[in-house]
């Protein structure tokens, strides 16, 4: 099943990846591990700090399973 998300800031993302966190039942740590992230940046990032370090967040949505898709405003269906 394909679910769609609309992410507009930061503490949107971290909502979503600590819910999928939670969904595959991981700890911070574990996701941390298998992302190749430190725990404090999973932290940081579930709690929606803004963060220039985009990648890394990447890495963290890529180990979830996750993908991201951008879509322009203005764009109609």
């Known amino acids: 099943m394909i679910h769609m998300s609309t992410i507009s800031d930061s503490a949107a993302l971290g909502q979503l990846i600590r819910a999928e966190r939670k969904r595959q039942q991981l700890t911070q740590e574990q996701l941390a ?14 709690s929606g700090k803004e963060s220039c370090r985009v990648g890394l ?11 991201v898709s951008i879509t322009n405003r203005g764009a109609s269906s």
Do not use: M
Request: proline fraction near 0%.
């Open 33 to 46: 591990g298998v992302a190749g992230v430190g725990v404090r940046f999973v932290r940081e990032l579930e």
């Open 57 to 67: 967040a990447l890495t963290v949505l890529q180990s979830l399973g996750l993908t």
